[in-house]
């Protein structure tokens, strides 16, 4: 079983494992997910007491900072899976103050937009969760590879924004409301929300398997990289609706 999520290796998959302590399982993974929910709400509140002291610089310098440590920690679970129960709750609590940051930043402009952000992320991951327990919505090979190819080509424009944003070349995507924009905003989403399918069937694939419980945090970590994406993805879309 292939996966198409970049921080979800297919080879994980397919070694075959000595178990020498208990199994993976899904309400391990959950559990594992909750705990990394709850250190991003750490991160996500020291920021947020920094941005009501109006201590914007600060901020700033700390969601850079952020954005910097999380990328490179992903980067490096993505080839040493092993270490993702040390570097998953670095990752989260970075993650976190970059997120409070950009909300609290949205909120100021856009009043109660931070909320139905939440709201319709989390109505997403519900609603893509009963899809695949379904068998709607399958983890084919096909639907990997497309999902992987977009995803990859996602991550390689935003890198390069990245980079860019130093030099004062932001690509205009980023501060426009047009309607073309707006349609790469709402198609960059349902990228962002299948690959929820994609990080589903892994979990399940390692419960099957079975993977060894350390485990739970690799498949509780891509489902957290995922979730906090559609979040973004939401909130960006819905303050280009505001500005419409």
Request: hydrophobic share 55%; aromatic share 14%; proline share 3%.
């Amino acid at each position: 079983m292939k996966s198409s999520n970049p921080i979800l290796r297919d080879n994980l998959l397919e070694q075959t494992y000595a178990l020498t302590e208990r199994p993976m399982s899904i309400s391990g993974t959950m559990n594992k997910l909750l705990i990394l929910s709850l250190i991003m709400l750490a991160g996500a509140a020291a920021v947020f007491y920094q941005f009501s002291l109006q201590h914007f610089d600060f901020v700033n310098m700390i969601m850079t900072a952020g954005i910097i440590v999380g990328f490179i920690c992903a980067i490096i679970i993505a080839f040493k899976a092993d270490l993702t129960k040390y570097l998953a709750p670095i990752y989260a609590f970075s993650q976190g103050a970059v997120l409070s940051g950009i909300s609290c930043f949205f909120e100021k402009v856009y009043p109660g937009i931070v909320i139905q952000a939440i709201s319709m992320t989390l109505i997403v991951v519900f609603s893509m969760a009963m899809l695949f327990k379904l068998g709607a919505i399958k983890a084919t090979e096909k639907f990997k590879a497309v999902i992987f190819i977009a995803t990859l080509a996602i991550l390689i424009f935003y890198v390069v924004s990245f980079i860019m944003s130093f030099f004062g070349a932001l690509p205009t995507y980023f501060y426009s409301n047009s309607n073309i924009s707006i349609v790469i905003n709402v198609v960059i989403a349902v990228i962002a929300a299948l690959n929820l399918i994609i990080d589903f069937d892994f979990i399940e694939k390692g419960v099957q398997a079975p993977l060894p419980s350390s485990y739970e945090w690799y498949g509780a970590f891509g489902l957290l990289v995922t979730i906090l994406w559609l979040y973004i993805e939401i909130l960006r879309l819905l303050s280009r609706l505001r500005n419409r």
